[in-house]
């Protein structure tokens, strides 16, 4: 039974039901739906709706039914409602009967399904925010493993400067910073509660927003009852922040499939996270990897369905809104599994050191260290630039490395270069060189691990602690 059929007098059509019906998507929203229904239920008893016993037996009911629901989920998906929150007035009709018809005084499902969704989101939020700090770990763990490992680091794809592969880990611990610093800003942005709003011009009743919206977990209640009901910034927010994590986890994915591929060959995938293929039996395919970075793609997409869904939509509320939460779900969904994979991954990868460090060796990745050295004998950096092209193009012509040219090649290009610049040009010196913060420097790696890690503790330490509070 909807809960509006009396001004009706034909029959629904069933292709109708077939659009409208939401049940199926937001039966995920039925714990947030039961929490709005008990705090809903205190504030209206606040108002002199409901006596203290009535509120007292629906909120026994509305726990019952949120425990049915955690039972069998599927059962909640299946039982052919129209929406969720359908399905809770009539569970709840159905155990206290009459009075249960009394919980939407003074509501409406605009006000309550923009609470759900925004409790949702929030428990959402902690949740990839947790497993952010599990990847972030997961790449401070092998940071720590392989700070002597050196890998040949490149720009347009061409092997430029050699660089710790700790260094690379550290690159993405980074990003994965801001992308929880951008889940806890949008999660306090979105901390404000629309019950009370009502459809779209606010209740008769005279409820005490405030109390109730703290009851929730909510900062305050919404300033503006058109606005509570008719916005969906905070979903397209969220998918936001998710998209560019995917983003981050598409690059790390990349960098991985490229390194383990046969011919940089720098790391070898664990078989745990990897396919074979059905027809060449020597294969060993990157998948995981693969789907971590394809997936970045549907995030995308879903952030823009939202905000295209959105835009132009008159105020307040309309219909279109429901398609706000397939989207948001997916994508909370795919990044849930592209984060937690990540650890998976980075657990179980074998670096080949001994071939990395021969790769960055090669290509001439140590020219800029003879140009440098050319500018600390006194040579303009432009000309110790130009100097350093003719020996790099004449050790290419020998197929040689620059440290394998004699002292007399040296000496030709320039009257300064002897002997002693081919310390300047090994791997250690060139990496201890960039002694700057935030550079490649064993040193300063090394303390960019502990900073990291140390962040990283107080987050968690910080995340726990609200749970406690909350
Ligand atoms: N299922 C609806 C949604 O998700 C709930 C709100 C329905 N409101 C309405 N006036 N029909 O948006």
């Known amino acids: 039974m909807a809960l509006w059929g009396s001004r009706f007098e034909d029959a629904t059509d069933p292709l109708f039901t077939a659009i409208n019906d939401s049940l199926r998507v937001d039966h995920r929203l039925v714990a947030d739906d039961v929490a709005g229904s008990r705090a809903w239920a205190a504030a209206i008893r606040g108002a002199g709706v409901l006596s203290a016993a009535e509120c007292a037996r629906l909120d026994a009911a509305l726990v019952e039914i949120a425990a049915v629901a955690r039972l069998d989920p599927a059962a909640v998906r299946d039982a052919g409602d129209e929406d969720v929150h359908s399905w809770v007035e009539r569970e709840l009709i159905e ?18 399904v ?20 599990d990847a972030q770990q997961a ?13 040949p680091g490149y720009t347009h794809l061409q092997r430029a400067q050699p660089v710790l592969f700790a260094h690379w880990c550290l690159a993405y611990v980074e990003m994965l910073q801001r992308d929880a610093a951008r889940f806890a800003d949008a999660r306090q942005r979105q901390s404000e509660c629309p019950l009370g709003a ?78 074979g293929s059905s027809l060449m039996p020597q294969k060993k395919n990157p998948d995981a990897l693969e789907l971590l970075r394809g ?70 990745s140590n020219a800029t260290e003879l140009a440098d050295w050319l500018v600390g004998r006194g040579v303009p950096f432009r000309d110790a630039h130009d100097i350093t092209g003719r020996v790099v193009r004449h050790a290419i012509d020998r197929g040689v490395s620059l440290e394998a040219l004699t002292d007399e090649e040296l000496a030709s290009f320039a009257p300064q270069l002897d002997e002693s610049v081919r310390e300047h040009l090994a791997i250690e010196a060139l990496l201890a060189k960039r002694d700057v913060m935030g550079g490649t420097a064993p040193t300063r ?20 602690d609200r749970e406690v509070i909350v």
Request: glycine share 6%; hydrophobic share 45%; aromatic share 4%.
């Open 445 to 464: 790696v090394r303390a960019a691990i502990d900073e990291a890690q140390a962040r990283l503790d107080a987050a968690v330490a910080t995340a726990a």
């Open 139 to 151: 790449l401070v763990d092998l940071a720590r493993r392989e700070t002597d490992t050196v890998l």
């Open 114 to 133: 923009a609470t759900d969704l925004r409790l949702w989101t929030r428990t959402q939020i902690d949740a990839r925010i947790a497993e952010i700090r």
């Open 295 to 364: 997936k970045a793609g549907g995030l995308l997409g879903r952030h823009v369905s939202v905000a295209v869904m959105l835009k132009g939509l008159p105020l307040a509320y309309n219909k279109d809104m429901q398609e706000d939460k397939e989207p948001l779900f997916a994508a909370m969904d795919e990044l849930s599994l592209c984060l937690r994979i990540v650890p998976a991954v980075l657990g179980g990868l074998e670096v080949r050191s001994e071939r990395s460090r021969r790769a960055a060796e090669a290509g001439h």
């Open 198 to 275: 009502a459809a779209l011009v606010g209740t008769a009743y005279p409820i005490d927003r405030q109390v109730l919206a703290e009851s929730l977990g909510f900062d305050r209640p919404t300033a503006n009852s058109l606005d509570a009901v008719s916005d969906r910034d905070f979903v397209v927010e969220t998918i936001g922040a998710a998209a560019l994590c995917a983003v981050h986890l598409s690059r790390i994915a990349e960098d991985l499939i490229f390194y383990n591929s046969g011919e940089a060959g720098f790391i070898e995938l664990s078989d745990a996270v990897t396919s």
């Open 95 to 112: 155990r206290v009967g009459d009075l249960g018809k009394k919980l939407h005084t003074g509501r409406s499902r605009n006000d309550q």
